[in-house]
């Protein structure tokens, strides 16, 4: 299977993308691109998820290449070193199973099973090498991805990464509370939650070893670079809401935009809609101004020293994965097998999940 097969940077796409999904906006302005080592990446991400157990044979088979988790890094660190591309890749792919493996343990009740895994996966994070022949595949799986990104850059990346995904395994513990107990967050206790389930600074991090350079404070915390970082996550978190509403209200959800505005805020499942597009459409064009103004700090960095310029090089680099984002996942979500929900047997049930128990002796 080629990626974006039926779009590249200069032909328009055949794919029919839903009027209420379409984005003109992104189909126009933000062109697609793709790292060349896809192929290969692709191949390998998919020996690795055999290797490491993360998925059973049949269904790597059946639906890995279908999912397209390759595809979407691809699409959006294409400044990265082929090794680095294969590191984050697979780390995604991981991403997905755990996603997964979550959401099977909140079907099936399974608190002790995700308890367990809660505190493996922290203290992995934290000692990788000592987990890589746990019993878990999905927790020796992480260890690997783990040891893999902790080799780029130095570890200052390495205690900053670790920090912010201890908090992504938190909000997901807070995510399996509300949803084994039906409760729908608020608007605003949603939004803050899903920056961590989303893990918009995880993502965001691994910008650095796709540029080859850990950027100093100063510029992370720029607020131009930190906030074109920010809305590029939040657009993507939005638009996975706009896109997995369906999936997500047919697996007895409560962990989306558009369900808080219609538990909290009275609106109809239309209005809702209504309401995460015009969020996305805003981010998007909110993403336009602080680009440019994050371009203007990148050159303001290069009249400097030679240091200086190429740092401002890296802020460029890491600027235009943001970019990045938005195409490669805008069409993710209409080319992934994971929200084609109408093709499915059991609209609750992913075909591509083991639904049985896993990791537990």
Not at 81 to 88: G, K, M, N, T
């Amino acid at each position: 299977m080629h990626a974006f097969p039926h779009s590249t940077t200069s032909a328009p796409t055949a794919i029919a993308v839903p009027p209420s999904l379409s984005l003109p906006v992104i189909e126009a302005a933000f062109p697609r691109q793709l790292h060349p080592y896809w192929p290969r990446l692709q191949e390998k991400t998919r020996t690795w998820l055999l290797e490491k157990r993360l998925m059973p044979p049949d269904k790597v088979a059946a639906y890995a290449d279908g999912l397209c988790y390759a595809d979407l890094m691809a699409g959006y660190y294409t400044s990265a070193p082929d090794e680095v591309l294969q590191a984050i890749a697979d780390y995604s792919a991981w991403f997905f199973a755990w996603d997964d493996r979550h959401d099977r343990d909140i079907v099936h009740g399974r608190a002790g099973a995700w308890r367990r895994l809660r505190f493996r996966l922290h203290a992995a994070l934290d000692a990788p090498r000592d987990h890589l022949r746990h019993e878990d595949p999905l927790v020796a799986a992480f260890a690997d991805s783990m040891v893999r990104l902790y080799s780029f850059l130095p570890g200052a990346w390495n205690t900053r990464f670790a920090r912010h995904f201890h908090e992504v395994i938190e909000a997901y513990d807070r995510e399996f509370h509300n949803r084994t107990t039906q409760t729908v967050p608020t608007v605003e206790e949603y939004l803050a939650l899903r920056r961590l389930t989303f893990a918009h600074w995880i993502w965001t991090d691994l910008l650095e070893p796709s540029a080859g350079r850990l950027l100093p404070d100063r510029v992370r915390k720029h607020p131009a670079y930190r906030r074109a970082a920010l809305l590029s996550q939040e657009f993507a978190a939005w638009y996975n809401d706009l896109c997995s509403l369906p999936k997500e209200i047919a697996g007895d959800e409560v962990h989306n935009l558009g369900l808080s505005l219609i538990t909290h805020e009275g609106m109809t499942l239309e209005e809702a809609v209504g309401e995460v597009r015009r969020r996305v459409e805003e981010c998007i064009a909110a993403f336009l101004v602080a680009e440019r103004e994050a371009l203007r700090f990148a050159d303001e960095l290069g009249d400097g020293t030679v240091q200086e310029k190429e740092l401002g090089v890296a802020v460029r680099t890491c600027l235009g994965n943001m970019r990045n984002w938005f195409s490669s996942v805008y069409w993710f979500h209409h080319e992934s097998g994971r929200y084609m929900v109408d093709s499915w047997d059991d609209r609750s049930t992913p075909p591509y999940v083991n639904n049985e128990a896993a990791g537990e002796k």
